[in-house]
């Protein structure tokens, strides 16, 4: 793991910027084409505003979720309304948004594997961390979090109940958030940073589901943090 420590928010959003927009600019000189995941929630605000800036060639890149809240994309705790109002915007208004939650499907888990399954790797991963431990919808307690967490599941998207989660979710699962070329796990404030800690010491996965990605990634793992 590699630790990214930033003085303040604003340098964090900038720093990690530059390097997610680094990593799409060598996929689409290398392939032609970039994928990025992001997460929601309200950390990466100012990240997505600074990456929105980037001088990349968005029209090849594809953004899409890492994971989603299963509401309208109009509602306020949407992750899909979040970047549209965020991060496509400037340049990036010219990138093209996969989202995971399809409020017209009459099976929304069914439509979202479907139209994941025909996505390449990601270049970048971008994970937040709640301060129950989880990351993506690894929810402690969830109901497939067993089936998300296997390394060998089939699947890249599966559905997730949680008491912690609000409404209903959709995410990725770790065998697939784990393809990324560049990872990175974007936490701030003590608070979440001693969550960190208490993750990287012994314990099970299913207390601090965020320990699957930091024992999944291991060596790769980029952690950027602002107080
Ligand atoms: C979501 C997320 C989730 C998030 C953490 C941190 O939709 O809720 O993708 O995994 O990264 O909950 O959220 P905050 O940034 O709001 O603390």
Redesign the pocket.
């Known amino acids: 793991m590699t630790r990214h420590d930033y003085p303040d928010r604003i340098k964090l959003a900038e720093g990690l910027a530059a390097g997610v927009a680094a990593v799409l600019a060598g996929g689409i000189a290398t392939r032609g084409n970039a994928l990025l995941a992001i997460?929601?929630?309200?950390?990466?605000a100012l990240f997505f505003e600074h990456l929105s800036n980037a001088d990349i060639d968005w029209r090849v890149v594809t953004v899409t979720l890492?994971?989603?809240?299963c509401v309208p994309a109009d509602n306020d705790r949407s992750?899909a309304g979040l970047v549209g109002r965020t991060l496509l915007r400037n340049h990036a208004m010219q990138a093209r948004f996969l989202p995971l939650f399809d409020a017209t499907a009459v099976d929304a888990l069914a439509s979202a594997r479907k139209s994941m399954a025909l996505a390449p790797e990601p270049d970048a991963v971008v994970?937040?961390?709640?301060g129950d431990g989880?990351?993506?919808?690894f929810f402690p307690g969830g109901d497939h979090l067993a089936e998300a967490l296997d390394t060998n599941s089939p699947h890249r998207v599966e559905s997730m109940r949680a008491p912690g989660a609000g409404e209903p979710r959709l995410t990725l699962t770790l065998h697939y958030l784990l393809t990324a070329r560049f990872l990175a796990l974007h936490i701030e404030g003590d608070e979440k940073r001693a969550v960190l800690d208490q993750a990287l010491a012994d314990g099970p996965v299913v207390e601090l589901p965020v320990r699957a990605v930091l024992r999944g990634a291991a060596n790769r793992l980029n952690v950027f943090w602002a107080p």
Do not use: I, Q, W
Not at 134 to 137: D, L, R
């Open positions: 997460s929601g929630g309200s950390t990466p890492v994971d989603e809240r992750n994970l937040g961390m709640g989880h990351t993506a919808s």
